[in-house]
């Protein structure tokens, strides 16, 4: 008997990889990602052809197929929670005029010179006038990393004194943040007052001493305490006779008419407050920053401390957030303005569409939420799509991926924070999560 064909080396049929990075398509990968995260992508089409899963003439359309769109490992995600600003897809979608900022800055910039004179200029100051414009009761602003490092460089400033917080405003916030630690950890003194859901201004009056820096008021921004209960107000709080510091958390800058108990900066400032600190990146719909808006000599006292330079933000954050304040609606404030019956009409749509491609999908009215720690307890009317929850794990490995929220063994994709723009890719997504 003859000895049966001997199989080829499956090493000799494997394309070399200088042959397939000459390839036109994967040199301009390269030029565009960076030859490692290409060359990776090689050695595993590569390996896919030594084991038999690949033909060796489907190379460069696999690696092409499996290169990101940039260079991170980030990946776009379809946010149809139902939760507008959601921390764990970060925060705010910026708006297309914060994006095309974002270009502009990325390149040399005149972020720290006056070119009219050629001299060092204030470091972004027009995201600074745009703030003052945007809320002119402010005297001066000043623009750190987040909105945690606003009030740490509060702490910081004036180490050492007492600062005077109600009990039940010493707050925690994501993964395990608190307040008093912060405070505390910077190098200030805590003087709580009242009780967990009571506080008179008799008992802030009887706490200020001549080592009492300040007043601190903190928005309870992701939680509502109801019942038996009182707080003083702000404009109580102004007629003390030290400095009043409010932490409004969410960045609302202005009153909206959806968010009636969320206070914004405007109205707090014109209640007498000294100075407002929040967050950039939740209802104003700008980058992640902190905010601190008042008085002039409180800002610039703050300004000029040595470790305001730790919590300095760059130039890519100053143009997104003068481009926020200054442009179209950020996404933000277009999905709290979105009419619900617009909403039905196009989860009605996107179900009907996937109906008659044999999916299970029905229009259903929903519930949405702020989210970002902003405006708790508050629910806004929306519109879902539902599914099979089978397929919640296969539309988030998908691209883009998605991510909805299973109640009652049915997958919702709310509509509220998704772009109209979207509508299609989100269609898309969903059939191929559910074909077969």
């Known amino acids: 008997m003859s000895d049966p064909p001997r199989q080829p080396d499956p090493r000799r049929v494997v394309p070399r990889t200088d042959r397939l990075l000459a390839e036109p398509k994967l040199h301009e990968a390269a030029a565009r990602l960076g030859p490692a995260l290409v060359k990776a992508a090689v050695r595993v089409a590569q390996e896919r052809v030594r084991r038999g899963d690949l033909h060796p003439d489907d190379v460069v359309a696999a690696v092409v197929e499996s290169l990101p769109a940039a260079a991170t490992t980030m990946r776009p995600v379809v946010n149809a929670t139902g939760v507008i600003v959601h921390t764990n897809l970060g925060r705010a979608p910026l708006s297309e005029a914060a994006v095309q900022a974002l270009r502009v800055a990325a390149g040399t910039t005149d972020v720290e010179v006056d070119l009219a004179t050629g001299r060092r200029g204030?470091?972004?100051?027009?995201?600074?006038?745009?703030?003052?414009?945007?809320?002119?009761?402010?005297?001066?602003?000043?623009?750190?990393?987040?909105?945690a490092a606003a009030l740490a460089l509060l702490a910081v400033a004036f180490a050492g004194r007492e600062v005077v917080v109600a009990r039940g405003e010493l707050v925690e916030i994501g993964d395990g943040f608190r307040i008093p630690e912060l405070l505390t950890g910077a190098g200030l003194v805590l003087r709580e007052v009242g009780t967990t859901n009571r506080v008179r201004l008799q008992d802030y009056a009887d706490a200020v001493t001549n080592a009492t820096a300040f007043v601190l008021k903190v928005h309870p921004s992701n939680f509502v305490v109801s019942g038996f209960t009182s707080t003083v107000s702000v404009q109580a709080l102004a007629a003390l006779p030290v400095p009043l510091v409010v932490d409004i958390g969410s960045g609302l800058l202005r009153p909206h008419p959806r968010l009636p108990d969320e206070p914004d900066a405007a109205g707090v400032l014109r209640g007498g407050a000294d100075l407002v600190t929040s967050s950039g990146d939740k209802l104003l719909g700008g980058p992640q920053c902190g905010l601190l808006l008042g008085r002039a000599a409180l800002v610039q006292q703050l300004r000029r401390h040595p470790v305001a330079r730790a919590m300095r933000v760059d130039k890519l954050t100053l143009a997104a957030l003068e481009a926020t304040l200054q442009g179209p609606l950020p996404p933000v404030r277009?999905?709290?303005?979105?009419?619900?019956?617009?909403?039905?009409?196009?989860?009605?749509?996107?179900?009907?569409?996937?109906?008659?491609?044999?999916?299970?999908?029905?229009?259903?009215?929903?519930?949405?939420?702020?989210?970002?720690?902003?405006?708790?307890?508050?629910?806004?009317?929306?519109?879902?799509?539902?599914?099979?929850?089978?397929?919640?794990?296969?539309?988030?490995?998908?691209?883009?991926?998605?991510?909805?929220?299973?109640?009652?063994?049915?997958?919702?994709?709310?509509?509220?924070?998704?772009?109209?723009?979207?509508?299609?890719?989100?269609?898309?997504?969903?059939?191929?999560?559910?074909?077969?």
């Open 122 to 147: 204030r470091r972004g100051a027009g995201a600074v006038a745009a703030l003052l414009a945007a809320v002119p009761q402010a005297e001066d602003a000043h623009v750190v990393n987040n909105g």
């Open 334 to 436: 277009q999905a709290l303005a979105t009419d619900p019956g617009t909403l039905h009409e196009r989860a009605a749509s996107i179900a009907r569409r996937l109906d008659e491609l044999a999916v299970d999908a029905v229009a259903v009215p929903s519930t949405a939420a702020v989210g970002g720690g902003g405006a708790p307890g508050v629910t806004i009317d929306s519109a879902a799509v539902s599914l099979p929850a089978e397929g919640a794990a296969r539309l988030r490995a998908g691209d883009p991926a998605v991510m909805g929220r299973v109640e009652q063994g049915r997958l919702l994709l709310d509509l509220v924070a998704v772009d109209p723009h979207d509508d299609d890719r989100l269609l898309q997504a969903v059939r191929t999560a559910y074909a077969g």
